[in-house]
């Protein structure tokens, strides 16, 4: 099966740099792009992706509100991953009771970002990677990271997931 991915950012380069990395595996691919959260909604009405990679700040709609209204769209076909630049709690509370599956860091090793996806697409995951030692106040638990390969299986990276829901090891 075929992971549909819509890859929703404000820079374009972002855009075409996950592009090309989402396209390498043969079991993704990317139906539709988007430059704000407005374009996003439009976009998963017309290409029905299994996955929506949002960017959290973006003009004219930022990618949580985005996420609450593809969520209001019906049932769960698409699960939308958060993605962002920014480490704040605010931000995961805010994009989970939103409806996101998922919520990760953009200086995620592209390894964790195709297992995310993965992951997502078979409602599996609602996490972010943190640094050794780190904390989130987001979490109820927090377990060894999934090593993850080239592949988007798991591999080893010394980071631990906070997990909201899901098994953060299991691999698809």
Not at 7 to 32: F, H, K, N, S, Y
Not at 76 to 97: C, G, I, K, N, P
Not at 117 to 130: K, V
Request: proline fraction near 8%.
């Amino acid at each position: 099966m075929t992971i549909r991915v819509l890859v929703a950012d404000d820079q374009a380069l972002v855009r075409a740099g996950i592009r090309l990395l989402i396209e390498t595996p043969p079991d993704l691919e990317v139906v539709g792009e988007a430059e704000d959260g407005l374009a996003a909604i439009g976009e998963v009405t017309r290409t029905c992706p299994d996955v929506v990679l949002m960017d959290v700040r973006m003009p004219r709609l930022d990618g949580i509100e985005a996420a609450r209204r593809i969520a209001a769209l019906g049932p769960a076909a698409t699960r939308v991953v958060m993605l962002t630049t920014f480490d704040v709690d605010e931000y995961v509370f805010d994009a989970l009771s939103a409806g996101a599956t998922g919520f990760l860091l953009k200086h995620a090793r592209p390894e964790e970002l195709l297992f995310g996806i993965r992951a997502a697409a078979d409602g599996h995951l609602s996490s972010r990677p943190r640094s050794p030692g780190g904390s989130s106040n987001a979490s109820p638990a927090s377990v060894p990271a999934p090593p993850l390969s080239s592949t988007g299986s798991p591999s080893g990276n010394g980071r631990s997931w906070s997990c909201w829901s899901g098994d953060c090891r299991t691999p698809r």
